[in-house]
């Protein structure tokens, strides 16, 4: 990677939430960051907070500054220039510069005080050495009519057309903007995109936010990041309020920055997760920082007005850092939904905005991986889950309906067993076949119910389900009629034999898994239809299902069961299986000429190489590396989902496993 | 206060929760607190986390160590003995010992290891110095049935009484047992509280944390506080687990222990608000405590072992001591539901515990405080808040229905005019009268729209309400019929005035707060019936009502508004009215003879001093107080309820406002 220019890459994955790696000039930033907003004014005041502090203490890798204010003091603008912002600001971090925007908005664009000139606020940015400037934009509040914003957006793209040679070596921030017109955000995304932008602030926004129209905010981000693409870092330009950061990370905002720690400070106002107290009215500081540790709330209110400020900015700020921290923590856990459930239970207004995600179930699957570490389900709001969704379609295209009942396994129903029973999913024999009930998707075939998300499921008992799992469970079992019984899993075993359960399952779960191709199931290529081919290799401790292999073909192996999710990976074997079988791009990932060789010998794909990729692919799965000519170089795991490997130009697309030039050995079984 | 002896006081109340102010040997403590448990033992590994750092640097006021443990140890013993635990443990604050109970439970009391004599241990804890010890009850876990478990409670309660002569100076903690036995538990309550004691464990419940049997928890709480009455602090033994706590705080607990935070950390495992991680697992730290904020993830896995746990122990109790601080926060401002509310998202079994306060809502309801700060509807959750019940009840009993719709007010409905809108609540006409549609509480007369709890309701926009909350506000709407449109305030102006409708609604208001006596409404009494005798004041600035005074009384003053919520104070002629023409305990506080007097001058009441009290207050209430011959001597705001300020021996029952020698001047108006 050259150390100069922009790049970003995405090594996780959790709803449309990403861990990434922003480079600018060689340095680097752990996103979902935030980035404090530093007025160079105001560093000079006695105990004020430095970016120094803020990088060596705190941790922060970005900040912004105006360059509308540098550019406004005579003698500080002539220090940028001569020393740099790096210098000035004695930060060795990424340092992003707006360019007025905000102020031409809040003060009138008539305003001669505020009087900005395109071209030059871009050549300045660039003089003094920003990592990342940015053009100045026409702010489109929410209450401009369709035919304003669509002028805007035009002066804005015009002005970015001709900032862009301006620019230099400095990254050019272009803002995504069209107010809350919902086609112009992803006009305008996709516009920006064309330009060839590295980075994009998505602007406008603040008014939403001051109004608590976050349900709002949710559409405009959504259609921003629709035409922006997934590999574009995305800054929710003036959005540094701690209840909005984990839903909008989990709607793949990469950048936030934050204004708010200073100024509330500045009004005594003290930020905990979920709101803000008056240091007038608290007894006691409910934070650990190293401010609130080393002060109490009597200490706070005796400090002379600018130390006051200064501390509790500095406590405002270690706030918001461990907000950013929890939230990589739990994209990287797979647990991005959860955090995002209990900031709706912050204030009906955030409450409005996570039910709003059930409108963009679809743009949140697209992103969303296979599989996460934990599948929690506190509340109804739990079933807007893109998982959701994605396995009842799964089951719905993959399992035909024969197979959703194994009559020739289960002994007649009657006899009284122990319940088969996890959190509230109950497996129940009906007449002659056997079903394993789920709450939120009504009855799941039992063969399935060890793959993800059922593998991973955390759910309550019955009888305290939140009201609409309730009725859905309560459905589920009514649909199946009255002769229902408890299921117990020795029924399985004594009725037909554990193995030939086993073998019938492991076909089904592959079929769920790798689906079909024109119309022949994964299974079918895979083991000619028949169960009976397959040979199950066992956990000698757990006794569990490991590894797939064909007797027919020498008793290679084709399959292996991921223990963290309840999924197969597909060996060497298998992928040549199902190659040769299929076309289309059916699971493929084609990479460019003579790239492929590397792959081969079990090297990465990185995004760069790949031109093309079924559309079906989410981060998590197993893929088939193949050329333009679809000749079969290797097989891995998905570390991104397909739009994002075709559009991204750093970062891993697939973590190669076996390559048709190093195949792993058999597992020891 | 003597320095001796154990006092509570309880100075906020917020649901069954409280602030309360522990007072043993002249020590203090500010609960609801955690107490960290010590093992003596371990205080000299490197690096060891000791109670005076415990109290110096993270502000524990209380620890708690096992005399069994102590006892064990020949050489820890003597010193305990010729030192004092103070001195042993280095630690100035409120020391509490365990018995050896838990030891007995796990190890099994046949265990000749684990063997202790009730009363010898008593003694012993005694003799070290403890400052509350604890007797050796019969553990009784969930699974043990109901006749067993009334004889282990027959047994803790011979014990119990056994016990109280060896305690010397030191105080008894005589845990509540009773298993899952909801009567038992009630029982064993009221028994330890005529036992006299002054502190309360609620006995048996880890193996119910251990099985995440939240819901089953809250039962068991519940139970066991309406035993012990509302003056005792409780103890919930055993339960220091994160998101636990502001449940059982809600309930009433008021101490907790953790030994979770040191066992945890020896096993690797970083506790935050709502989960725990493992370090081994973490990139990063999400916390900004004094370890996390000196180092990183990698820092503390390269630590050797008993440093690495003493930084995690550390780190785990900022975590514990945060939380307490947040609840504490949350009781004072009046938004614990809020807080709850936010714990159930966490995971199902929690999600059942905050769905299993609806069972709950009349013990609740009793202990909760009139008004709140603020009054959130996040979620359908909400539903279950005790003022909704509370509200709900007083709306049917003490509004007559022809009082409920305003037709001479109203102009006929038919115009278009700005609707009235607050968050889903929404004024509207019916055919020739005027209601408040409020979502979770059906059609409520627009007159106490501004009283609380509407006057502090936050909830969303009727589109984004969650679903239960949305179908109540429905069916509000459809029972008005088809005749409705949405009402300007300017209509009820027009049509009759803003005078007239003021005196309408200050009657209204009356009635509505104060209820009635023998079927007369506080308003009849007060206002004779018609609001037309009644003289409004209002602000000079905001124009908004704040004083109701009699012009037929000269112009006395009777009540004033209170700005934070809507309600009503009660002036000392207002006073004197509603006690002429009332009796039989109506708003009555009865205090002992002799202490009225001080009343009368305008000293508070104290709880010690109360022989009685209507049963309808609530804190917040206004109350009178009177003697047991019904002389009146002071109107003033109840700190406590009823039931508290009876059973109280500390503490502040009623902040006096006026008194028969006392009246403040009328206020500028």
Redesign the interface.
Known sequence: MSPEGCSFEITHTDLAGRIGRLSVNGRTVTTPALMPVVNPNLLSLPGALTPAEMRS??GFEMIITNSYIIRKGKELKDRALSMGLHDLLDFDGVIMTDSGTFQSYVYGSGDREVEVDPLEIVEFQRDIGSDIGTILDRFTPPDVGYEDALAYLNTTMERAGASVPHKGEMELAIPVQGGVHMDLRTRSGAAVRELGAAYAPIGGVVPLLESYSY?RLVDVIVAAKKGLGPAMPAHLFGAGHPMVLPLASALGCDLFDSASYAKFAADGRYM????T?HIE??????????VC?RNDAKDLRSMSGSLRTAAISRHNL??L???M??I??AI??G?LW?LV??S?????????AV??LSDHTDYIEREAPRSTRRF?????HSLDRPEFTRTANDLAERIPPAQKAFTHFIREPGASHRPHVE?SARAVHVAGGAVAVITPLGAIPYAVWEMYPFSQL????VD?L???MRSLYDSAMSSLGPDVCDLDEADIVNAAGREEFDRFKAALMTRMQFGSYEGRGADDILFGGSPDRIELVRSRRTGKLRNVKLPSRGGEHVLSLRAQDGLFSLKWKGAQLLHASTGGGYMRVIVEDGTGEFNAKGYNVFNKFVLDADPGIRAGDEVLVVDREDGLYAVGKAVVGAAAMIDAKAGIAVKVREGRDKALPDEAS
Chains 1, 2 share one sequence.
């Open positions: 203490d705190m349900a905990t997760q979920d709101r107290l009215d608290m007894e006691e500081l409910p934070c650990p920082c190293p540790s270690w706030v850092g461990s907000i921290a929890s990589r923590t990287r856990e647990t959860e459930e209990r709706g239970a912050t204030n009906p207004s955030m409450a409005s039910r709003k929690m389900c506190v509340s109804d959190g955390v759910i309550s008992e305290s939140p009201p609409a």
